[in-house]
T-cell receptor, first 114, second 111 residues
Framework: AQTVTQSQPEMSVQEAETVTLSCTYD???????LFWYKQPPSRQMILVIR??????QNATENRFSVNFQKAAKSFSLKISDSQLGDTAMYFC???????????FGTGTRLKVLA | DTGVSQDPRHKITKRGQNVTFRCDPI?????LYWYRQTLGQGPEFLTY????????KSRLLSDRFSAERPKGSFSTLEIQRTEQGDSAMYLC?????????FGPGTRLTVL
């Protein structure tokens, strides 16, 4: 069975600084997808970034980028130039390419400080 | 299309009552998922549909829980004889064989 681990329950960062959220996973699958989702307080989950396991190049979306280390089963999220609006819970998710269902980590609560 | 919608957004009920939640997915999405999220935790998979077929149910989904997607469009999740442990956020998501798009959730409180 797949598992996803986020070892940082809470983090804080100063506005305009850079922060990295960690995620590790375990799977015997070779074909899968990884995602980072953002869940602002009392608001719905929003996709931040996705990574296909077969792609070696790390995904980037504006200020968000990932460090995908397939052999180490690590998938960290880097947020550059942090903004107050980045304050949220961040969830790492593994998607099985067969069923397309998600396995989520327990989340990291990120607070961006003014 | 404005995305995945869920109704109601909040539900307060007494223990032992039945409740039903509705999810309307993005119209062209063939897959629909239900998750449960408790405070401070990540969402946990409950069940999913491909079109109208329910393809998988988690062991978390006891006999008191039932889900339907009768015409492959909207879905309902019913909880019978609610218990205090059922208090959680129930999330619906839809996809077309790719990333999932989530609704705002239904927050259930069982007194």
């Amino acid at each position: 069975a797949q598992t996803v681990t986020q070892s940082q329950p809470e983090m804080s960062v100063q506005e305009a600084e850079t922060v990295t959220l960690s995620c590790t996973y375990d799977t015997s699958e070779s074909n899968y997808y990884l995602f980072w989702y953002k869940q602002p307080p009392s608001r719905q989950m929003i996709l931040v970034i996705r990574q296909e396991a077969y792609k070696q190049q790390n995904a980037t979306e504006n200020r968000f980028s990932v460090n995908f280390q397939k052999a180490a089963k690590s998938f960290s999220l880097k947020i550059s130039d942090s903004q107050l609006g980045d304050t949220a819970m961040y969830f790492c998710a593994f998607m099985d390419s067969g069923t397309y269902k998600y396995i989520f980590g327990t989340g990291t609560r990120l607070k961006v400080l003014a | 299309d404005t995305g995945v919608s869920q109704d109601p957004r909040h539900k307060i009920t007494k223990r032992g009552q039945n409740v039903t939640f509705r999810c309307d997915p993005i119209s062209e999405h063939n897959r629909l998922y239900w998750y449960r999220q408790t405070l401070g935790q990540g969402p946990e998979f409950l069940t999913y549909f491909q079109n109208e077929a329910q393809l998988e149910k988690s062991r978390l989904l006891s006999d008191r829980f039932s889900a339907e997607r009768p015409k492959g469009s909207f879905s309902t999740l019913e909880i019978q004889r609610t218990e205090q442990g059922d208090s959680a956020m129930y999330l619906c998501a839809s996809s077309f064989e790719g990333e999932q798009f989530f609704g705002p959730g239904t927050r259930l409180t069982v007194l």
